[in-house]
């Protein structure tokens, strides 16, 4: 019996999808829960797994491709395997099916599949795609993973001169287009409607990390022994976003129409970078959470963000944002809010620099930090209040624990 496979409701809101990568090819046997195919929303991207095991017959909707909430995208012939020359009966009318509408994925030893521009890179150098490491959803080979082996080689041996004609300025000049991803659209409304929407200012602040960075170091194994998470810098930044937004109760709230509505929690939005792009999963109730809680969260966020097992719920409702960019080596930067939220925090890379300090000059661990704010709401001297509130607790960290 055939089973039709369909898009999940996958959040509020969520009307349409689009098919990141299938898992399995046509002809290819399945198992109940065993996930099939990856769906992109523009929050997340999610695996639906099988609803019965047999073999997956048809697929009705190709990687790329856009599908609406409870659309078929594929059917599955319950119960045992069977053979791939019989999916559907073969061709319309009974014959063979032809070469090139054949299933490209029905071997139990297949090369992954290989998308449009390392497929060129490959041919260029002339390599095999089964030579490359693939890293893209569901085994893609993508072409980041040719130039990683191209530059690999280059250290040893010299890559194969371009297969044809071509020369390497012309293989230069190539340009591949691709559909832009649901997750980058979204990314991209919300960018230009903070900008056109709010009226946004940044301030600046520095502070410096010798005590955090003391506290860490004296308390990191047995932090990571009790609580199996290690003690980063998120959780102190956290923490001081937390006390600070409770003395600047506006960078906690919202504007709706003519009204401004505050909130009595704080749910801290994390930004996460992902290989298709920024995403912001919630801590919830982050006032009520220890260090260790707060690490446990943002541990899990980055393991299941690499995944793509984020729900499209832990994306949404944030009241505040903190964006690292310094793990990215980035010194300075302005972040923008995400809307409908007030404020963000971007913290910068820990750089030692001389600074004065009692009448001295000496070299500390200093990192700068930006807010940027809506100024509907904010006023400047708010702003610079909460900046100097984080600096203090970061500063001083027990100010956190004695909440002083």
Same mark, same amino acid.
């Given at each position: 019996?055939?089973?039709?496979?369909?898009?999940?409701?996958?959040?509020?809101?969520?009307?349409?999808?689009?098919?990141?990568?299938?898992?399995?090819?046509?002809?290819?046997?399945?198992?109940?829960?065993?996930?099939?195919?990856?769906?992109?929303?523009?929050?997340?991207?999610?695996?639906?797994?099988?609803?019965?095991?047999?073999?997956?017959?048809?697929?009705?909707?190709?990687?790329?491709?856009?599908?609406?909430?409870?659309?078929?995208?594929?059917?599955?012939?319950?119960?045992?395997?069977?053979?791939?020359?019989?999916?559907?009966?073969?061709?319309?009318?009974?014959?063979?099916?032809?070469?090139?509408?054949?299933?490209?994925?029905?071997?139990?030893?297949?090369? /992954?599949?290989?998308?449009?521009?390392?497929?060129?890179?490959?041919?260029?150098?002339?390599?095999?795609?089964? &030579?490359?490491?693939?890293?893209?959803?569901?085994?893609?080979?993508?072409?980041?993973?040719?130039?990683?082996?191209?530059?690999?080689?280059?250290?040893?041996?010299?890559?194969?001169?371009?297969?044809?004609?071509? !020369?390497?300025?012309?293989?230069?000049?190539?340009?591949?287009?691709?559909?832009?991803? /649901?997750?980058?659209?979204?990314?991209?409304?919300?960018?230009?409607?903070?900008?056109?929407?709010?009226?946004?200012?940044?301030?600046?602040?520095?502070?410096?990390?010798?005590?955090?960075?003391?506290?860490?170091?004296?308390?990191?194994?047995?932090? &990571?022994?009790?609580?199996?998470?290690?003690?980063?810098?998120?959780?102190?930044?956290?923490?001081?976003?937390?006390?600070?937004?409770?003395?600047?109760?506006?960078?906690?709230?919202?504007?709706?129409?003519?009204?401004?509505?505050?909130?009595?929690?704080?749910?801290?939005?994390?930004?996460?970078?992902?290989?298709?792009?920024?995403?912001?999963?919630?801590?919830?109730?982050?006032?009520?959470?220890?260090?260790?809680?707060?690490?446990?969260?943002?541990?899990?966020?980055?393991?299941?963000?690499?995944?793509?097992?984020?729900?499209?719920?832990?994306?949404?409702?944030?009241?505040?944002?903190?964006?690292?960019?310094?793990?990215?080596?980035?010194?300075?930067?302005?972040?923008?809010?995400?809307?409908?939220?007030?404020?963000?925090?971007?913290?910068?890379?820990?750089?030692?620099?001389?600074?004065?300090?009692?009448?001295?000059?000496?070299?500390?661990?200093?990192?700068?930090?930006?807010? !940027?704010?809506?100024?509907?709401?904010?006023?400047?001297?708010?702003?610079?209040?909460?900046?100097?509130?984080?600096?203090?607790?970061?500063?001083?960290?027990?100010?956190?624990?004695?909440?002083?």
């Amino acid at each position: 019996m055939a089973v039709e496979l369909k898009v999940p409701a996958v959040g509020e809101s969520i009307t349409e999808v689009f098919i990141a990568a299938w898992l399995k090819g046509e002809g290819e046997a399945v198992a109940k829960d065993e996930p099939l195919v990856e769906i992109e929303t523009d929050k997340a991207t999610l695996e639906v797994p099988a609803t019965v095991s047999g073999t997956l017959t048809r697929i009705l909707k190709k990687e790329g491709e856009a599908a609406q909430v409870g659309e078929v995208i594929a059917r599955i012939a319950e119960g045992e395997a069977v053979a791939s020359e019989e999916v559907d009966g073969g061709a319309p009318g009974g014959g063979e099916v032809p070469a090139e509408e054949a299933p490209s994925r029905v071997t139990a030893e297949r090369e /992954p599949p290989v998308m449009p521009a390392a497929e060129r890179l490959l041919a260029e150098h002339g390599l095999e795609a089964a &030579e490359v490491k693939a890293s893209g959803p569901g085994g893609r080979l993508l072409k980041e993973d040719v130039q990683r082996y191209l530059a690999t080689q280059e250290e040893g041996t010299t890559p194969p001169e371009p297969a044809g004609p071509a !020369t390497g300025a012309v293989a230069e000049r190539l340009e591949e287009t691709v559909p832009m991803s /649901p997750l980058r659209r979204r990314i991209a409304e919300r960018l230009v409607r903070a900008q056109h929407s709010a009226a946004l200012l940044t301030t600046f602040n520095e502070i410096d990390m010798s005590e955090v960075m003391a506290l860490r170091r004296e308390y990191r194994d047995l932090f &990571e022994k009790r609580y199996s998470v290690r003690l980063g810098f998120m959780s102190f930044f956290v923490k001081a976003v937390v006390d600070a937004l409770k003395l600047v109760p506006r960078l906690n709230a919202e504007i709706r129409g003519d009204d401004i509505v505050y909130r009595a929690y704080f749910d801290i939005g994390v930004a996460v970078s992902t290989p298709k792009g920024l995403i912001v999963p919630v801590i919830r109730h982050a006032e009520r959470l220890s260090f260790a809680e707060i690490e446990k969260e943002i541990a899990d966020f980055g393991r299941r963000a690499r995944e793509n097992k984020l729900t499209p719920e832990e994306l949404q409702g944030g009241t505040f944002t903190i964006s690292n960019g310094g793990v990215f080596g980035s010194l300075m930067s302005t972040p923008i809010v995400n809307p409908p939220q007030s404020g963000v925090l971007g913290m910068h890379a820990i750089q030692e620099r001389p600074v004065a300090l009692g009448g001295q000059v000496v070299i500390r661990p200093m990192m700068y930090v930006a807010l !940027t704010y809506d100024h509907r709401i904010v006023d400047g001297r708010e702003a610079v209040t909460f900046l100097r509130r984080i600096k203090e607790a970061v500063e001083k960290p027990a100010r956190m624990l004695l909440e002083v």
